[in-house]
């Protein structure tokens, strides 16, 4: 079993910055990308960004020069840190992950239960 477990998000104002974290537990022998994806009120869910096992980033246009991912392998952890916070930002922020587990020979994407980020104005 396996699970991506989020954290970190709130109620900020304009202008401000949240930090969220997601760890991925229980029988994980690797992850490949990792990656966090938006869902507005009415709106499909959307990219944010991504990260590979190397570091490389890609993020959507909308948040690039405001939003950070960052990863930390040895803790099977990645980060968003969200600078500049837009009240259009407000959204449930899911964590995506592609895990092997160790009884698997390929990896499988997995999805975290989603944190509310809310940004008022």
């Known amino acids: 079993q396996v699970q991506l477990v989020e954290s970190g998000g709130g109620l900020v104002q304009a202008g401000g910055s949240l930090r969220l974290s997601c760890a991925a537990s229980?029988?994980?022998?690797?992850?490949?990308?990792m990656g966090w994806y938006r869902q507005a009120p009415g709106k499909q869910r959307e990219l944010v960004g991504t990260?590979?096992?190397?570091?490389?980033?890609n993020y959507a246009d909308s948040v690039k020069g405001r939003f950070t991912i960052s990863r930390d392998n040895a803790k099977n952890t990645v980060y968003l840190q969200m600078n500049s916070l837009k009240p259009e930002d407000t959204a449930v922020y899911y964590c995506?992950?592609?895990?092997?587990?160790?009884?698997?020979?390929?990896?499988?994407?997995?999805w975290g239960q989603g944190t509310q980020v809310t940004v008022s104005s």
């Open positions: 995506n992950a592609y895990i092997r587990k160790y009884t698997d020979y390929v990896h499988y994407g997995y």
């Open positions: 229980g029988s994980v022998f690797s992850i490949n990308a």
């Open positions: 990260i590979t096992t190397a570091g490389s980033t």
